[in-house]
């Protein structure tokens, strides 16, 4: 790409070995990209250089007034060698509909999607090798004006970071217990529930914490306004499977447009499941449980793929869902997903971007 200068590092770091535990988000490749916004000049400046510190005014916007965007994805080391992007463009067109709403400048979809393709094939040999590992993508953006006026930043930059990943599952797709959050909110309509952007991480972290001191894995969201439907959990959307009807809480503003909730929404239509997108209250989740009714219940996102739920507290309501196992549903999504993903399994087309070979 002759719009992208590469700067190649001499000090190429160790890279994790084979065998070393990797979990989640700590460990950087040697490469990452960096580019440049100024008002009046555009974007300019995109190059991909050593990895390594960044320097900001103590008085950047980001600092003071979180104007930042991000987004999430993985690169795929298939068994014959190929490296596989999953639905890539629709990361960053994504990115673009957070940036609208955070009042950053769009990005050129095109050109985050060929420069990210350089970047990782410049540090293809730190996409792990091991079952369910893979290379976590983070592109972000921040708004970098140095000024404490409140007002949308005259300069920003754009980053992507490249982190190793190990599973997420180490022993098997192990159902997890969470609770329905009844105190905080996330987000309400007419916010930024459906951006990805820091804030939203920002006001949940409370709500994270207790519910880890309580031995619970997450929390599952209400709406804002009444606490009366269900929106998400964490960092994941969220599915009931009831009766064999597969339902997803629709997009109403307050829920992050998931890419993982879209491919399974049309994965489990594709093979045949009656899949609905509405208006959820959490009364009914607890009627259909009642009733017996409530077969599975999973998240679905970039980092887990699907997570299925054991054991959902309301109140003082505690329902055990297919006996704190996975469910069929779930398994199933689960493998048709991933098979597609790491490149086992054909999807539809344009899912699954091979961009090189190790
Ligand atoms: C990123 C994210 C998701 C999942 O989105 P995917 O594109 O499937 O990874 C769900 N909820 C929130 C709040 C998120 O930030």
């Known amino acids: 790409m002759d719009n992208l200068r590469i700067e190649l590092t001499q000090h190429p770091k160790k890279k994790p070995g084979k065998g070393d535990k990797l979990g989640f988000g700590t460990v950087f490749t040697d490469h990452m990209m960096l580019m440049e916004y100024d008002r009046g000049i555009g974007w300019h400046d995109a190059r991909i250089v050593p990895y390594g510190n960044i320097s900001l005014s103590p008085a950047s916007t980001v600092l003071h007034y979180a104007q930042e965007t991000f987004e999430g994805m993985k690169a795929y080391r298939s068994t014959d060698g190929r490296v596989l992007l999953f639905r890539p463009e629709e990361n960053f067109k994504r990115l673009n509909r957070s940036n609208e709403r955070l009042c950053i400048p769009a990005l050129d979809v095109d050109f985050c999607v060929e420069s990210l393709k350089e970047l990782v094939m410049i540090d293809k040999d730190w996409i792990p090798e091991a079952e369910g590992s893979s290379l976590y993508i983070r592109p972000f953006i921040i708004g970098n004006e140095s000024k ?37 909110v996330r ?46 959990v964490g960092a994941m959307n969220i599915f009931f ?22 491919s399974m929404m049309e994965l489990l239509r594709r093979d045949g499941y009656k899949v609905t997108e509405r208006q959820i209250a959490i009364q009914e989740v607890a009627d259909a449980y009642d009733a017996g009714k409530l077969d599975e219940m999973f998240g679905t996102g970039t980092a887990a ?54």
């Open 187 to 232: 987000a309400v309509r007419g916010g930024t529930g459906f951006a990805k952007t820091g804030g939203n991480y920002a006001c949940s972290l409370r709500a994270q914490t207790v519910a880890h001191e309580k031995g619970y894995s997450q929390v599952l969201w209400l709406d804002g306004v009444e606490k009366k439907y269900v929106g998400e």
């Open 148 to 184: 404490l006026g409140v007002k949308e930043a005259d300069n920003y930059i754009y980053c992507v970071l490249l982190s190793p990943s190990g599973a997420y599952y180490e022993s098997g797709l192990k159902p997890v217990p969470i609770y329905v959050e009844e105190e905080y």
């Open 305 to 358: 793929v699907i997570s299925p739920v054991g054991e959902l507290k309301w109140g003082d309501k505690i329902m055990k869902i297919n006996n704190g196992e996975i469910g069929p549903i779930s398994a199933h999504a689960y493998k048709e997903l991933t098979d597609i993903q790491w490149g086992r399994a054909k999807g539809p087309d344009g899912w699954s971007v091979e961009i090189g070979h190790m």
């Open 241 to 262: 499977v009831i009766d064999g009807e597969v339902i997803t809480p629709e997009l109403d503003g307050s829920i992050l447009p998931g890419i993982t909730r879209m």
